[in-house]
């Protein structure tokens, strides 16, 4: 799901940070772990792109490992959620960024629950 | 005052007023207009003169939507977006009618160029929208300069409850004049970054600002600016840049320079449209910043945010 390297390994992007983004094991969604930024934007969107096409009611994006988000990494996720047909999706433990973020462009996105850390 | 129209103009008149007694007579008017004619009104004015316009209004002021400026529209560059725009986007069907005051006798030095360049770009921003606001300037407590700016950045400017055009009147040459080169900093902490140093620059800022005092969200909210300023200058600004943190007047000041050039002058104070992709950083780092400066030239661009250490006043930002 990465689409910049082999399942498990980090893609060391071109501009510097670090993401390891895959299936959420069990559960429908997905899992990352590293910096959600410019460097990593392709891999982040793609599994986004995953996660809505196998979306059927809830699904699950677990960020505990995510030391930070910037404001187009949370505008993928919030217009993922918008654009999905039924459901929500459930953002467990993300970094601070994420509610702040949300919290000023999107203040009554219902689409989305947040699992705080 | 003649502020009344059936068209679809933008009207933005300047109201230069001389004591509390002349304030609330003219505001109350104004509003009590626009009540009349069933137009949403809001009052976005400094704490005090809130609540003269408050008490003037009695019981009408139960249909006024109140903001006070000092918080709501603490940094100039949040008022367009934040205030002005996310109350006439509310509003799309008829004319919609506001009181700003953004400027005020305690506004600091390096916030006043920002107050002009917004009073300016109040002009571009809601040309062609039926929208009328009225800023209210204090005659004996600005300055002269300042009130002579009143008159290039408003199409009319009443005195003494007569309005009249301001033969002055040119935005552009404020947003320019106000574009003025910010000093280096002898005593900051720099730091080059390119492509490859996004992540060094962001933690380089947050370690400084740390250790000269911002905490909690403050802190979080300098990291989001500088992570958004520092990709803008890998993504837009010529791939490289620096970036600069010091303390000056209880405020922790970060500073990103790169070689782009920002062309729009409305750029970071449009408001972002739900399902838009792109277009937020300078709007967040305008919504959390107390203040924001910028130099932009041919030869490049700097912007500098500003955050207060420990003030209450400055967590607000709008929704």
Known sequence: ?117 | MSTATTDGAFIHPALFYRSAAEYTDRTVAFVREGLAAGEPVAVAVPGPNLELIRAGLGTDARDVTFLDMTEAGRNPGRIIPGVLRAFADAHPRGRVRIIGEPVWAGRSAAEYPACAQHEALINAAFEGRPVTILCPYDETLLAADVLADALVTHPTVITAGSERVSERYDWRAVVARYNEPLARVPDADVLRFGPGQLPEARRFAVDRAASLGLTGRRLQDAELAVSELTTNSVVHGGGSGTVAVWAEAGQVVCEVRDGGRLTDPLAGRRPAERGQIGGRGLLLVHYVADLVRVHTTEEGTAVRFYLGVGGTLADSSPK
Request: aromatic fraction near 6%; hydrophobic fraction near 40%.
């Open chain 1, 1 to 117: 799901m990465d689409g910049t390297g082999a399942k498990g390994d980090p893609a060391r992007a071109r501009w510097g940070a670090l993401l390891d983004v895959g299936p959420l094991p069990g559960r429908p969604g997905i899992r990352a772990s590293g910096e959600i930024t410019v460097s990593t934007r392709l891999s982040w969107e793609n599994a986004l792109t995953e996660l809505s096409r196998r979306h059927t009611d809830v699904s699950y994006v677990e960020l505990s490992e995510v030391r930070f988000v910037d404001v187009a990494g949370v505008t993928a996720l919030a217009v993922t959620a918008l654009n999905l047909p039924v459901g929500r999706v459930v953002v467990e433990r993300p970094p601070p960024q994420l509610p702040r973020v949300l919290d000023l462009f999107w203040p009554s996105l219902h689409r989305i629950e947040v699992a705080p850390r």
